[in-house]
């Protein structure tokens, strides 16, 4: 499908530099990151807390037909710094010169379109079935310091952001670095409660869950 639903002004100032290098691919290339959810549950005080650490490394390359890419990234789970790693699943991302396509669980998904710029807006769900999401950059080329990692440049793509609403909050948004890739990645969906005339309206949450992928380690194996 071609990206007929990108609409782009060229700004140049917004991309000074090679846009894809904002998420490197090479085989040998890992990134390591830390990861925390929290689940609620309607009728639960307290939510279900997770953390372990993920690392996703790209195992190999293919040269399709078409002049495209496709690269395999082994995805491997520990639960701490100190415990082995297991392989959990592989997923595939497609390199066109104007996107770049994530399959992941049979689901695929378009994070990065290029050139990249703030004035460009499109379908992140443009080949699946799920609702259109209209994605969009901001913060584009800034520095961004993360724990005790800085980068001189990254972008943020935002995904979803209905964030004001009394009945729910709905944020989805990931951070990539040049040189780097992928760098925070925040899923965020609650539902607040509305059981009573006295939780409305307070913030409180009903059910819903949070996750946040934060990374700690990349470069070459």
Not at 184 to 204: H, R
Request: net charge negative; hydrophobic share 30%.
């Amino acid at each position: 499908m071609p990206l007929a639903a990108i609409q782009s002004c060229n700004d140049s100032s917004t991309d000074p530099v090679n846009s894809y290098d904002y998420f490197p691919l090479t085989v040998g290339y890992y990134m390591i990151y830390n990861v925390n959810e929290a689940v609620y549950s309607s009728g639960q005080a307290n939510p279900v807390i997770k953390a372990y650490q993920e690392k996703d490394e790209i195992s190999s390359v293919t040269v399709n037909s078409d002049g495209s890419s496709t690269y395999i990234v082994a995805r491997s789970s520990r639960n701490t710094a100190s415990d082995y790693w297991v392989k959990t699943k592989e997923y595939s991302i497609n390199q066109f010169p104007d996107k770049l396509i994530f399959n992941i669980d049979n689901q695929s998904l378009v994070p990065l379109v290029f050139p990249i710029d703030s004035k460009i807006t499109w379908n992140g769900n443009m080949y699946n079935t799920l609702d259109a999401e209209d994605y969009h950059y901001q913060d584009i080329n800034q520095p961004f310091k993360l724990g005790t990692l800085s980068f001189d440049k990254s972008l943020t793509l935002v995904e979803r952001s209905d964030t004001t609403s009394v009945i729910d909050y709905d944020l989805g948004l990931k951070r990539f670095a040049i040189g780097v890739g992928l760098i925070y990645d925040e899923q965020t969906s609650y539902e607040y409660c509305q059981a009573t005339a006295d939780c409305i309206g307070k913030g409180i949450i009903d059910s819903g869950s949070k996750k946040t992928r934060k990374i700690i380690e990349y470069g070459p194996m």
